[in-house]
T-cell receptor
Framework: GAVVSQHPSWVICKSGTSVKIECRSL??????MFWYRQFPKQSLMLMAT?????????EQGVEKDKFLINHASLTLSTLTVTSAHPEDSSFYIC???????????FGEGSRLTVL | DAKTTQPNSMESNEEEPVHLPCNHS???????IHWYRQLPSQGPEYVIH???SNVNNRMASLAIAEDRKSSTLILHRATLRDAAVYYC?????????????FGTGTRLTIIP
């Protein structure tokens, strides 16, 4: 079964609204989680690293004020897309490290469509 | 992280072995070779990883060239459920380096 769960799996929203996506580690603790974005027919692009109890680390070119990340507990990280616009429509995927170095557990992904 | 090169797409017949190549000529001595796959509309899943020696697990085998500049993921008997995009990723072995950088991968189509 899934060890990293995302919610919602899909969401449709109006332009200008904010959307929150949750990523939970099931039955294990994750001090670090990673958020990726994937546009159609493209590869995954790392957006940011979520750190429990501290600020997230964003990749170059990713607006931290637009993509708010909160990692308030050892099992939950949230990504909030603020003032969403159609160009933010994408597949957002979170992941958490497994016990084996280099192995990541990925969530099922959350498909965001902004109208 | 060093770059990998994979064919954009490959096809294979069902129930036959599949060999997915990956070139990584600039690999460093401490880079691990990881393979993930992504089924349609899902997040990626771990397949296998290795450093120097060939590796086997229940999903696949990983054959690593002696000079480590290339590797091959082997699916011994492809099924329709193996249709996915396969990513070959290098990860530097240093403390705290858990993140993975994905390339374009190989889209594997299985022909019934």
């Amino acid at each position: 079964g899934a060890v990293v769960s995302q919610h919602p799996s899909w969401v449709i929203c109006k332009s200008g609204t904010s959307v929150k996506i949750e990523c939970r580690s099931l039955d294990f603790q994750a001090t670090t989680m990673f958020w990726y974005r994937q546009f159609p027919k493209q590869s995954l692009m790392l957006m940011a690293t979520s750190n429990e109890g501290s600020k997230a680390t964003y990749e170059q070119g990713v607006e931290k004020d637009k993509f708010l990340i909160n990692h308030a507990s050892l099992t939950l990280s949230t990504l909030t897309v603020t003032s969403a616009h159609p160009e933010d429509s994408s597949f957002y995927i979170c992941s958490a490290p497994a016990r084996v170095p280099g192995e990541l557990f990925f969530g099922e992904g959350s498909r965001l469509t902004v109208l | 992280d060093a770059k990998t090169t994979q064919p954009n797409s490959m096809e294979s017949n069902e129930e036959e072995p599949v060999h997915l190549p990956c070139n990584h000529s600039t690999i460093s001595g401490t880079d691990y070779i990881h393979w993930y796959r992504q089924l349609p509309s899902q997040g990626p899943e771990y397949v296998i990883h290795g450093l120097t020696s060939n590796v086997n697990n229940r999903m696949a085998s990983l054959a690593i060239a002696e000079d480590r500049k290339s590797s091959t993921l082997i699916l011994h008997r492809a099924t329709l459920r193996d249709a996915a995009v396969y990513y070959c990723i290098l990860r530097g072995d240093f403390f705290g380096n858990e993140k993975l950088t994905f390339g374009t991968g190989t889209r594997l189509t299985i022909i019934p």
